[in-house]
């Protein structure tokens, strides 16, 4: 593993697996849920019929965390300027750390940036690793074509995604673990999205930022 994740490829792999079993899933829950616990609680009574645990998820110390928030994929060229990363290959390794503590509340750092717009090529093979730095509060992440601005139920407003294109939910980091997941999918046709957290309220305080499909 080229960041030096203390994970093992076994998590990463259920992580993968997880996200792909979640999407039908998770929208019928959605669908149900009238509150955001009916709709959490169903997103795993799915999961658990079909997978081996509740959720997939690793956990990476709160350093590697943090230093993968500042990490510059390989690939890519990074603007800090219009604070914008762009990937050149169909292989395209983002990885996004969440709400870490010395960023404003509610953000996305990627390569050392706050909700950084992401440009993919139409077509590329897409694998975001995600880690929750948050001591609190659960997050994920999601791809959508809804623009800004969000409701609160963000997840609601724009529909499930692209079938599922979501990460399973993270909860809180400990003093010294940072629980990490990865979802995987082919980019979306040419076109301007949005990446969020799809946790009630944080899409609306401006957790997310531009995904760019060229
Ligand atoms: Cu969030």
């Known amino acids: 593993m080229k960041w030096g994740l203390g994970i093992g490829l076994g998590a990463l792999t259920l992580g993968l697996v997880g996200a792909y079993l979640i999407g039908a899933n998770g929208m019928l829950a959605w669908a149900r849920g009238s509150t955001w616990g009916a709709a959490r609680a169903g997103y795993y009574n799915g999961w658990s019929m079909m997978g081996p645990a509740p959720y997939a ?3 990476v ?7 993968l928030g500042d990490t510059v994929p390989t690939d890519a060229s990074v603007d800090r300027r219009t604070r914008t990363i762009t990937f050149h290959t169909q292989a395209v390794h983002l990885t ?23 440009v993919v ?15 609190d509060m659960w997050h994920n992440w999601a791809l959508t074509p809804a ?10 407003a724009s529909g499930m995604m692209f079938g599922g294109i979501a990460s399973v ?6 003093s010294t673990k940072m ?12 076109g301007t999205y949005t990446y969020l957290c799809d946790t009630p309220g944080h899409a609306e305080k401006g957790m997310y930022g531009v995904f760019k499909v060229t």
């Open 96 to 118: 996004v750390v969440m709400s870490p503590m010395n960023e404003p509340d509610l953000t996305f750092r990627i390569a050392g940036l706050v909700n950084p717009a992401v």
């Open 121 to 135: 090529p139409s077509g590329a093979k897409v694998v975001v690793t995600v880690v929750n730095a948050d001591a």
């Open 169 to 174: 939910p993270l909860p809180p980091a400990t």
């Open 57 to 59: 998820t690793g956990t």
């Open 179 to 190: 629980p990490v997941n990865s979802v995987s999918f082919t980019a979306p046709g040419v």
């Open 61 to 67: 110390t709160s350093a590697s965390g943090m230093r």
């Open 147 to 156: 623009q800004p601005p969000f409701p609160y139920m963000a997840m609601m």
